[in-house]
């Protein structure tokens, strides 16, 4: 299905926020959390990735063991293979040369129920890629909420915990507390409960170490996540599946829910596969240990566009 074959209900904007709170919702595109049923998937290519410095982990790559991008591009295939096994409707990205790390779709710019927020990136040599996340929406038919203006901030740390719950991540290296605050402060005039969890820029983003899995149930690394954050989700009614610190510096803590008790997840992540497949849950597997020498994960990888409640 391609955005020709829906009805689109919002004409594209540029800025659909509300500077009061209170935006509607859109009726065709976005969803209420992060693990609803996902309909739609926003991909960036690989054709032109290159390990680039982008954090302390993709250093630490690039002076051991460089990425070999021809095994980098393949893997990144059996990921979209996985994406259309569970029928998942793939939207991309136009690849350009001057846009190395756009595989990386979920950075550029975050979906909301109300439409999608264009990010400020960090890495000078990554910007462009927020433009071109503008021609995107634009094409798809999908209206933007706002653009972050106050310092950097990229979408890796907006972390939909639930219904009108956000985690917002902040290291200071990636995402500056500035611009954590405005994102915070639109969604606090929305309704939304919303946490900053500051975090060691070494993490690069939160969603490294907590990403939810299915209705109060998350996955979280408790060797590198606060305490204080471990005990909100509990509160909350969260049940955590703890995935080991060196899983979690090989990405194992990046993955992707599709809802209905199913699960992409990168192949070095054994634990959190197992505990998964003990719950019943139907994981599909990937080995992504070339590609993310660049900097990111299978999370990282994707931007959901449409979630469906079951």
Request: hydrophobic fraction near 40%; glycine fraction near 8%.
């Amino acid at each position: 299905m391609t955005v020709h074959d829906r009805i689109v209900a919002e004409p594209f904007s540029l800025q659909r926020r509300n500077p009061a709170g209170g935006t509607k919702p859109l009726t065709s595109w976005g969803f209420a959390n992060e693990t609803d049923v996902l309909t739609d998937v926003l991909l960036g290519s690989p054709n032109f990735l290159r390990h680039l410095s982008t954090s302390s982990l993709s250093r630490k790559h690039l002076r051991e063991a460089p990425c070999n991008v021809q095994i980098a591009q393949a893997q990144h295939k059996d990921l979209v293979a996985a994406y259309e096994h569970f029928g998942v409707n793939i939207h991309w990205h136009e690849p350009t040369p001057e846009l190395p790390m756009q595989v990386y779709s979920r950075d550029s710019s975050v979906m909301t129920p109300y439409g999608a927020i264009i990010t400020a990136m960090a890495n000078w040599w990554r910007r462009g890629e927020n433009y071109a996340a503008i021609r995107t929406y634009e094409k798809l038919g999908i209206p933007i909420y706002d653009m972050v203006t106050a310092g950097t901030f990229e979408g890796g740390d907006f972390n939909v915990i639930e219904d009108g719950v956000v985690l917002i991540g902040c290291g200071g290296a990636r995402t500056q507390e500035e611009g954590a605050r405005q994102v915070q402060s639109w969604f606090e005039k929305e309704g939304w409960e919303t946490r900053i969890a500051f975090i060691d820029e070494y993490y690069v983003h939160i969603d490294l170490m907590v990403v939810p899995i299915a209705e109060k149930l998350t996955a979280v690394c408790l060797a590198c996540t606060e305490p204080g954050i471990v005990d909100w989700l509990k509160g909350k009614g969260h049940e955590i599946i703890d995935v080991p610190f060196q899983d979690t510096m090989a990405l194992g803590c990046n993955f992707m829910s599709l809802g209905k008790d199913r699960v992409i997840a990168p192949t070095s992540s054994q634990t959190l596969i197992g505990q998964l497949k003990a719950r019943g849950f139907e994981v599909a597997a990937v080995d992504m240990s070339e590609i993310s020498k660049t900097g990111g994960g299978i999370h990282c990888m994707a931007q959901a566009l449409k979630r469906e409640a079951a």
